[in-house]
Every structure is written in C-alpha cells, then in structure tokens.
C-alpha cells in the first residue's frame, strides 16, 4: 500500500498573478502558505482485473483511459499506469471548492503516489509542473500555478513566474519569532459556501487574454501587493502585512461581481469590527473561508461564532508533498 498527502494552502499576497493569461506578458509573483490540512491519495493493488476509484463517487472500470474522473484519468495516462488490479482512494480534510487549493493537492499527491508505484523518484518542481500541465493543459482549466506549486514545495514560499512559463520558489525569509505570531494570529472562518472557482477565474482569463485595461490594471496592483507584503513579513512588520491584506481584498473584488456578497461583506466588517487587523476571502472567490489577522483573538473568535461561522485552526506545513507510507 501506498499513502501520500498533500498540503492545502492559503494566499499571503499577489494572488492571481499566477495566470498563464497574465503572467506570460506580464510575468508574476505571489506568496503562499501551505496549511497542515492536507488531501490524502491511498494506492494499493487488489486481486481483481479492474481499476476502482473512490472519491465522493465510485468507479470500476477496465482501464485508465474509462476513468471518468478527469484528473485521475489523466495522471494515470500521464504516467503511464493502465490501473488494472489497482484500488486509488482519495480523502481530504476539507471540503472541495472552499478556497484551499484542494485541486491541486489532490493532483500532487496523486502523482505523487503514482510515481512511487512505479519506483520513481520526482522532485517538488517536477511535481508540480506535471500536476500544472495536467489541469491547464491536458484538461484546460482556467487555473494558475499557485496551487500545485505550494502543494509540492510547502512552507511560507515565494513564487515568482516567469513569461517563459518558468517557475522560481523561494523560501520566505521570516524570523522564528514572526513564524510563531504569524502562525497565532492568522485565523481561518468557514463560510459554508462551497463553490467552484472556474466561472470567476475563467473571466479573469478572458479579460486578461483580451487585455482589459482594468483587470490587467489590478493585477499590476496586486502584484506590487505582494512584493510588498513580502517586504512586510521579511522585516517582521505584521501589522502593515494587516494593513495590506485590506487593500489587496478591497482590489480582488473589483475583478468580478462574483467575488463577494452581501452576507461576506456583513462578517467582513464584523470581523474587522470585532479586532481583526486585516482579512481576506481564501481563493478566487464567491464563498469558502474568511481569513484574518488578529492579534486580540477572543472577540473575533466569539463574533465569528454567533455569527454561525465555523473556525478551522491551523499551522504551517513546511513537508510539501510527501509519501507517508510506500
């Protein structure tokens, strides 16, 4: 039996510029944290002809190319595994379309436990470039290369993304002492809006290939954002990272009506009422998790929860994609 697990992840600045469609004019950059929730891929062989695959539906078929899950479907055509006498289970930690990257989790691991299978061994950037190619290319998915790339590699990272489609990931250089206030007094609120992200981020690449001036405008925007913030984390100034976490989402909701609603919009200002220094919407939008930077966390935690909202802890996964047990 095989077991892999593969961090999911939040942004910290420059989400969105991680888009083939604006990075390839414009180059990108962004940083990322993963989170020690993690999607898990199980492989083992059976007794049986068949390729059975369980997510939230069950399949069994004869071969690779049946598989109706489209990115299992494809890592197995990718690597070349026809799946006969082969059992692949997937489980996660959280739900899929809340912000946290789980698709490319889920792909990372799976490629993961797929190139273990074959006695292979592949390095983080490897890793993640296939699970990219997979989702952008193979199935043309209207993603960037945030999520697989964190996934992969782990840790407070930063990734810049060059119009040649490649990919720098640098550590970020933070003291011991910023980690820790940064690990305590980031919080995560579900919302518990699931959605799925390609409507809002496929208009973004369209405007994007298009070339609309306001949105190719934003992004120049965020992506100074997250320079900036990088320069805030580096020296330790996690009060002005608050600060600019306010800014970048007040921009992010300008790239589609679709961003935010009314009720997000009531606990984002009760949040910010009730002692957050700064906070976003996790992902591309329309619902998933609320995160925030608070440093006097008992107020927001007690408004957040008579407002019905649901906080998930978290600290830091600094592993990446790994294999648990092979």
Not at 149 to 172: K, M, N, Q, S
Request: charged share 25%; aromatic share 8%; hydrophobic share 40%.
């Amino acid at each position: 039996m095989i077991i892999t697990r593969s961090p999911l992840r939040v942004s910290l600045g420059g989400g969105g510029t991680d888009l083939p469609s604006y990075y390839r004019r414009h180059g990108g950059f962004l940083i990322a944290a993963a989170i020690d929730k993690y999607v898990c891929i199980t492989l083992h062989q059976t007794f049986i002809d068949e390729l059975i695959v369980k997510y939230s539906r069950l399949e069994r078929v004869r071969h690779a190319g049946e598989v109706q899950h489209p990115i299992v479907r494809e890592a197995l055509l990718l690597t070349g595994i026809s799946g006969e006498g082969l059992e692949i289970t997937s489980l996660a930690d959280i739900p899929t379309g809340t912000g946290l990257g789980s698709s490319g989790s889920f792909t990372t691991a799976l490629l993961r436990a797929l190139h273990a299978w074959k006695k292979g061994l592949v390095q983080p950037g490897e890793l993640a470039e296939q699970a990219c190619h997979i989702e952008l290319e193979r199935l043309g998915e209207p993603v960037g290369k945030q999520d697989q790339y964190i996934a992969a590699y782990g840790g407070l990272t930063c990734f810049e993304f060059h119009p040649d489609d490649r990919v720098e990931a640098r550590p970020l250089r933070v003291s011991p002492q910023t980690l820790a206030d940064l690990e305590d007094n980031l919080l995560l609120f579900f919302t518990g809006y699931s959605r799925s992200a390609s409507g809002i981020l496929r208009e973004q690449d369209d405007r994007s290939k298009g070339s609309d001036r306001a949105m190719i405008d934003n992004l120049h925007f965020v992506k100074e954002l997250g320079l900036e913030s990088k320069e805030a984390l580096e020296s330790g100034d996690l009060r002005r990272f608050a600060a600019l976490m306010n800014v970048h989402w007040e921009h992010k909701k300008k790239r589609s009506a679709r961003m935010s609603n009314g009720r997000i919009d009531e606990w984002y200002a009760l949040a910010r009422a009730s002692g957050a220094l700064g906070g976003k919407l996790i992902g591309a939008g329309g619902g998933g998790f609320l995160m925030f930077y608070a440093e006097e966390k008992a107020a927001l935690r007690r408004a957040m929860a008579e407002a019905g909202l649901r906080e998930v802890r978290f600290r830091i996964d600094f592993e990446g994609t790994r294999t648990v047990l092979q």
